[in-house]
């Protein structure tokens, strides 16, 4: 379980918080969705959680341990990719997943064995070896998700992660993700496509201008007649005219 308490960052005295008095748990195997428009505060909560920010009040505990009092061991417990992954670009691919798997002590021969299946899964076989500055940003997306897996964490936090993956790869992505959680693991993701959220989620929470305002289960919501998350989500977060700005712009 991941769960959020009082949880508060403001980046400046005096300016609005970016996120404010968060309340959130998140369930153990499941597929957890976290929404919002830009700039509502998803990023800024994954990078608390990641223990990249220091919130301003509140805890985050993983599995009951403090992410700002155990961050080494809440870290090991984690793959992470954020919404731009970041490589030394002189590094080939293995070279990278290498040194993942020294940070997080992995013997040699499971290392080179997790390696193995993830490259071959995600279609990098061919472009491993080469430098990480000759990859695409799919390319390199993908790299990110394999290294997030290759220590089998227990959780998964990914900030927009089908962003640059051809429609292969996400495939195959909401594939490892459902069967991450079917083995007892927990997935924390944000996203924009709201289609997406919809069909591969258990639970969704909306953040909106740094407060989250819903949080539900998409078990019942799906069941409902004409059940649609896009146009929950824009009526709650304040864009319900939306078809009338856009009649509006074509006329």
Not at 23 to 34: K, M, R, T, W
Not at 87 to 98: A, C, I, R
Not at 117 to 146: C, P, T, W
């Amino acid at each position: 379980m991941i769960n959020f308490k009082n949880l508060s960052k403001q980046y400046q005295e005096g300016k609005p918080f970016a996120v404010k008095n968060l309340n959130l748990e998140v369930p153990s195997g499941e597929i957890f969705g976290f929404l919002g428009p830009n700039g509502a505060g998803k990023s800024t909560t994954i990078n608390m959680l990641m223990g990249v920010l220091s919130p301003t009040s509140g805890e985050i505990f993983v599995d009951e341990y403090s992410v700002s009092k155990d961050s080494f061991l809440t870290k090991s417990m984690i793959g992470f990719v954020p919404d731009e992954p970041l490589f030394y670009e002189k590094m080939t691919g293995m070279q990278h997943l290498s040194f993942i798997c020294d940070v997080f002590n992995i013997e040699e021969s499971k290392r080179d064995e997790s390696a193995k299946k993830l490259v071959k899964l995600f279609n990098l076989e061919n472009a491993i070896n080469d430098r990480i500055s000759s990859y695409s940003h799919g390319m390199k997306q993908k790299l990110g998700v394999i290294a997030a897996l290759i220590h089998e964490p227990k959780f998964l936090v990914l900030d927009e992660p089908m962003v640059g993956l051809d429609p292969k790869a996400s495939f195959i992505l909401k594939d490892v993700m459902r069967r991450f959680c079917e083995k007892g693991g927990t997935v924390f993701f944000s996203t924009h496509v709201m289609e997406v959220a919809q069909n591969l989620c258990d639970s969704i929470a909306i953040i909106n201008k740094g407060e989250i305002v819903l949080r539900t289960s998409l078990k019942n919501f799906n069941e409902k007649e004409n059940a649609s998350l896009e146009k929950v989500f824009l009526e709650i977060t304040g864009n319900e005219d939306l078809e009338s700005v856009v009649d509006e712009a074509l006329l």
